[in-house]
């Protein structure tokens, strides 16, 4: 078990659900379209946002986004350690930064003081570009330069009296980034941020985050994460939560499962389980429906689903529950029958 480190009102580790995060792309030193984003991520779901704050004119307007945000933000500092004590002086309720670039020891202390101060989180957030070069000198470019960049950052924070730290060590290679946080996993009990860094466009960034979070997910490891995507970060928390949901750490919600469809299924099941699965977004207890094209593998395969419907043959359909059917349909009556079906079961439960 991780230890806990609260950022704000958001509990992170220590068996506390695991959170999602992700960063503003707006300009920081815009309120107005920074603060309708941060409104926007949380609306989707975000537990916590990040704002890359460059200077103290980004501070002046941060001082007003913290008062104004509904939820915990966290700055995003490089190079200048005086950034990071005027984040936590400002009421960020977590300081992300890299020790190898804010100045040493020295920055670290004085960093730690600020943050110990306000009762600020710190994340120690190194990147594959970003490995300590004595650790290279050490261990080369592996998963042990790069864990060892992140403890030596945390180990100058517990010399300074800090402890309240979050860690994360991405890298743009998936398996690059599961070893690095498997070895952290190892070694340490400071709770892990999870993330594969410049993970690219939409749909081969989906990808590489789904395999690397998803491996460590299954492991067991990880403690809050971010799914890097270039474009919209509001994409970015749809994309944590359904990987949250496909490792089954997330079981909260309706899962609806469907088969492939061959040349036995005599209706449209791709449009009905997109209607279902939109249809359910709503629910937020564990619950399984399938939506299956003929009775080859209809209620037999998907008896371990609560309900769904099952094909069975031109102008035939039946609706079962747990693996009995209860009621023969016209499946173009599909979605408003298993609509209901759902609504009544739901009800019961
Ligand atoms: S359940 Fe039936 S329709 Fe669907 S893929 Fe299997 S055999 Fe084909």
Redesign the pocket.
């Given at each position: 078990m991780t230890r806990t480190v609260k950022a704000g009102t958001l509990s992170i580790g220590g068996g506390n659900p695991i959170s999602v995060q992700s960063m503003t792309n707006t300009d920081t030193a815009d309120f107005d379209a920074t603060l309708r984003q941060v409104g926007a991520l949380f609306d989707a779901g975000c537990d916590l946002v990040r704002l890359a704050v460059r200077d103290t004119a980004d501070i002046a307007v941060c001082k007003k986004l913290v008062k104004a945000s509904r939820g915990p933000l966290s700055a995003d500092i490089q190079f200048d350690y005086r950034l990071a004590v005027a984040a936590a002086d400002a009421g960020f309720s977590k300081v992300r930064f890299n020790p190898g670039n804010v100045g040493g020891e020295a920055g670290v202390r004085e960093i730690a003081a600020a943050c110990k101060a306000n009762g600020t989180a710190v994340r120690v957030g190194v990147n594959s570009g970003s490995i300590e070069r004595d650790m290279l000198d050490k261990y080369g470019y592996s998963d042990r330069a790069l864990a060892e960049s992140a403890l030596k950052g945390a180990r100058l924070l517990e010399k300074a009296g800090f402890t309240d730290t979050v860690l994360s060590a991405k890298a743009s290679s998936v398996k690059l980034t599961v070893d690095t946080y498997r070895y952290l996993r190892g070694v340490c009990d400071y709770p892990l941020h999870l993330g594969v860094t410049e993970s690219g466009a939409y749909a081969s960034g989906l990808l590489k985050s789904a395999v690397g979070l998803g491996a460590l997910l299954l492991d067991g490891i990880g403690d809050t994460l971010r799914v890097s995507l270039s474009g919209d970060p509001v994409r970015e928390i749809g994309a944590g939560r359904a990987i949250l949901r496909a490792a089954g750490v997330d079981t909260a919600y309706c899962e609806v499962i469907s088969?492939?469809?061959?040349a036995?299924?005599r209706f449209d099941l791709n449009a009905l389980a997109e209607e279902i699965e939109r249809r359910t977004a709503h629910i937020k207890r564990p619950l399984k429906v399938a939506v299956?094209?003929?009775a080859?593998?209809?209620p037999g395969e998907a008896k371990h689903a609560d309900l769904g419907v099952c094909g069975g043959g031109e102008g035939q359909a039946v609706l079962f529950v747990r693996g009995e059917v209860v009621k023969r349909i016209d499946p173009k009556d599909a979605a408003r029958e298993l609509m209901a079906l759902i609504e009544t079961y739901d009800e019961r439960m």
């Open positions: 088969c492939p469809t061959c036995r299924c299956m094209g003929c080859v593998n209809g």
